[in-house]
């Protein structure tokens, strides 16, 4: 279920991209995903569907975003920060005339300054806000040392508005291990209603975003208060369709909750928030799966409560092709499709939910001079199949571009390692 130069280049360029795409402006006329595509260069895979990109602030972003307008045609976008990669080229950008820059860069030209950071009372983590890309930024003084994490952290809302559902969970690779984690929850992926809340663990990482040029976050701030301790709400757009939520606990563990939630709502899902101790998920595995398919073992997360794996058949070409199916398994009830009504089958007695996809769509596909070098799995050829085992209560997701019965097969395979 797949299920973010210097500071302030590589968050608004990255953001600039994503904010264009944003729910805001595509709500209305279609749908948006994230990293079913593979990027190729000249043949060579550089970023695999399924992973993110990290930008130097340690933000995670989409590596692909596919828009289906609402006539049913597809259009994948890269960020920017991406294609500078991929070309080699510098990138920047004049506030003055609005205009990003890539390649070599006008005479004077220099990086935008960044805003100054201000202490806040009582609170270990410094706020940044404003500035040329409208970002919202949190640091913390850099530590003598910083050290890897053994595990994520394990803080993470009990609470949560009616409807919503478990839709994934990330781990950040960058950097220092298992410094963060975020969890995402959807009630229905054609309105825009999710929330995603991240727990940082103290580093020496810069942690936030940026919104848009010339926005003025510092203006858009309110007080607020999370289980005793001040925090800080901000209200992005007046519509209400991006709000977040920062504050910090004792520990110096920094919270982002981010929704279209008002702020009462945003603060009761806050004070929710616990350090829950879930018993370890069995260790699970398929008897069978349909031949050449290997697990990818850097495209996955174990953690005690949610278990996500991908699995990956590659073919040499030219041009290359990966086939690819994911699959999730969760203590917590996971979201499946509401847009379409699903199927009524049954895995091993169970009673389940199935949602075709449709396996003659294209297939994501990336090209250098016109010329297809790499194909791969999409999102529209993807189909899930929802179920719960009713003696464990683990729920389970299995999304993958086959029929029903190679599906069900493969899920009734399922047993311990």
Same mark, same amino acid.
């Given at each position: 279920m797949k299920k973010r130069i210097t500071s302030f280049s590589a968050g608004f360029l990255t953001?600039?991209?994503?904010?264009?795409?944003?729910?805001?402006?595509?709500?209305? +006329? &279609?749908?948006?995903?994230?990293?079913? *595509?593979?990027? #190729?260069?000249?043949? $060579? !895979?550089?970023?695999?569907?399924?992973?993110?990109?990290?930008?130097?602030?340690?933000?995670?972003?989409?590596?692909?975003?596919?828009?289906?307008?609402?006539?049913?045609?597809?259009?994948?976008?890269?960020?920017?920060?991406?294609?500078?990669?991929?070309?080699?080229?510098?990138?920047?950008?004049?506030?003055?005339?609005?205009?990003?820059?890539? +390649? &070599?860069?006008?005479?004077?030209?220099? *990086?935008?300054? #960044?805003?100054?950071? $201000? !202490?806040?009372?009582?609170?270990?983590?410094?706020?940044?806000?404003?500035?040329?890309?409208?970002?919202?930024?949190?640091?913390?003084?850099?530590?003598?040392?910083?050290?890897?994490?053994?595990?994520?952290?394990?803080?993470?809302p009990t609470w949560l508005p009616e409807g919503y559902l478990l839709l994934g969970a990330g781990v950040g690779r960058g950097g220092v291990r298992n410094d963060s984690v975020t969890w995402?929850?959807?009630?229905?992926e054609t309105s825009g209603s999710k929330i995603t809340f991240t727990c940082y663990r103290p580093t020496n990482r810069s942690r936030g975003s940026n919104f848009g040029v010339g926005l003025d976050t510092a203006v858009l701030r309110c007080d607020a208060r999370v289980q005793g301790r001040p925090a800080d709400f901000y209200q992005i757009y007046d519509d209400g369709t991006c709000n977040i939520l920062v504050w910090?606990?004792?520990?110096?563990?920094?919270?982002?909750?981010?929704?279209?939630?008002?702020?009462?709502?945003?603060?009761?899902?806050?004070?929710?928030?616990?350090?829950?101790?879930?018993?370890?998920?069995?260790?699970?595995?398929?008897?069978?799966?349909?031949?050449?398919?290997?697990?990818?073992?850097?495209?996955?997360?174990?953690?005690?409560?949610?278990?996500?794996?991908?699995?990956?058949?590659?073919?040499?070409?030219?041009?290359t092709s990966t086939d690819m199916f994911y699959w999730t398994y969760s203590r917590e009830a996971l979201f499946g499709p509401r847009s379409t009504q699903p199927e009524s089958v049954k895995v091993n007695g169970v009673q389940a939910q199935y949602w075709p996809g449709d396996l003659d769509a294209r297939?994501?596909?990336?090209?250098v001079s016109g010329t297809v070098t790499a194909v791969s799995t999409s999102a529209d050829q993807l189909g899930p199949l929802l179920w719960t085992d009713p003696e464990t209560e683990i729920h389970f997701c299995l999304e993958a571009p086959f029929d029903r019965d190679t599906m069900i097969r493969m899920a009734e395979s399922i047993s311990p390692k």
């Open positions: 953001a600039v991209l994503l904010l264009a795409l944003s729910a805001t402006a595509l709500a209305a +006329g &279609g749908k948006v995903s994230y990293n079913f *595509a593979n990027v #190729a260069l000249d043949g $060579e !895979t550089k970023n695999a569907a399924g992973a993110d990109i990290t930008a130097a602030n340690g933000q995670k972003v989409p590596g692909t975003i596919l828009f289906t307008d609402a006539a049913g045609g597809k259009t994948n976008y890269l960020p920017i920060r991406a294609v500078s990669e991929l070309l080699g080229v510098e990138i920047g950008y004049d506030s003055a005339t609005k205009t990003i820059l890539l +390649g &070599g860069q006008p005479a004077g030209k220099t *990086a935008e300054p #960044a805003s100054t950071a $201000e !202490t806040v009372s009582g609170r270990q983590w410094r706020r940044e806000l404003g500035g040329e890309d409208g970002g919202i930024h949190y640091t913390r003084p850099s530590p003598k040392e910083v050290r890897d994490y053994d595990a994520p952290p394990t803080l993470r995402s929850y959807v009630k229905d910090e606990d004792a520990a110096g563990n920094l919270f982002w909750l981010q929704g279209t939630q008002d702020q009462a709502t945003c603060e009761r899902i806050a004070e929710s928030v616990r350090d829950v101790k879930d018993d370890p998920l069995p260790a699970l595995t398929f008897g069978w799966i349909p031949e050449g398919f290997t697990l990818d073992t850097e495209g996955g997360l174990t953690m005690p409560a949610i278990v996500e794996e991908t699995w990956a058949k590659k073919t040499q070409g030219p041009p297939s994501n596909t990336a090209s």
